[in-house]
Nanobody
């Protein structure tokens, strides 16, 4: 059974830090690209950061220089280190595993249930 379980969210003051974790099971984690997305109330879900299976990273302009995505294939876990948090970072954060499946000429993708991050004084 495929599972992605996020943890580490919470309430933090502006300027603070949080580290999100995404624990994966039920699939071969190391061959999947991983991404962190967020969705604020009334807004569309957006990509925050991604890391490919070979470790290449990318970030949205809004978090570049403040957030760092990483992965530990031995622990089947992806991370999002969030520093210098702003009220605008408040959202539910989701992790996603993604891989192109040539047998079906499409992607296999899995989502976690999300973790709330609230940045407020």
């Amino acid at each position: 059974q495929v599972q992605l379980v996020e943890s580490g969210g919470g309430l933090v003051q502006p300027g603070g830090s949080l580290r999100l974790s995404c624990a994966a099971s039920g699939f071969i984690f190391s061959i999947y690209d991983m991404g962190w997305y967020r969705q604020a109330p009334g807004k569309q879900r957006e990509l925050v950061a991604g890391i490919t299976s070979d470790g290449t990273t990318n970030y949205s302009d809004s978090v570049k220089g403040r957030f760092t995505i990483s992965r530990d294939n031995a622990k089947n876990t992806a991370y999002l280190q969030m520093n210098s948090l702003k009220p605008g970072d408040t959202a539910v954060y989701y992790c996603k595993a993604d891989r192109f499946n040539p047998k079906k000429a499409g992607n296999d993708d899995y989502w976690g249930q999300g973790t709330q991050v609230t940045v407020s004084s």
